[in-house]
């Protein structure tokens, strides 16, 4: 019980802003999975939107509309995740009092 009531609620906005990191990072990906997936319904996002727009001549508003639905993934995590995000980097820099 003590780990519950002492240790996680310490580590939490930490485990959190790092899993943000971790999270962003993957969904940012393009050099491994371009290399490691060779089916079209396998691909992450970046990549198809890659291969959309070399497959095809660049149509703008098409490519402008996979890069916001591709934006808007991370954002929401961003919104519902947004105070512990900032209270881990608070937690971990240890230089902003009061946050």
Do not use: D, H
Request: proline letters at 6%; hydrophobic letters at 60%.
């Amino acid at each position: 019980t003590i780990l519950w009531r002492v240790v996680f609620p310490l580590i939490f906005p930490g485990f959190l802003s790092t899993l943000i990191f971790v999270f962003l990072q993957v969904w940012n990906q393009f050099f491994i999975p371009l290399i490691l997936t060779n089916t079209p319904n396998m691909l992450m996002l970046p990549v198809a939107a890659r291969f959309y727009t070399a497959a095809y001549a660049l149509i703008y508003n098409r490519s402008f509309a996979a890069g916001v639905i591709s934006s808007l993934i991370p954002l929401v995590i961003f919104i519902f995740l947004g105070r512990y995000f900032i209270r881990g980097l608070a937690a971990l820099g240890g230089g902003a009092k009061g946050v």
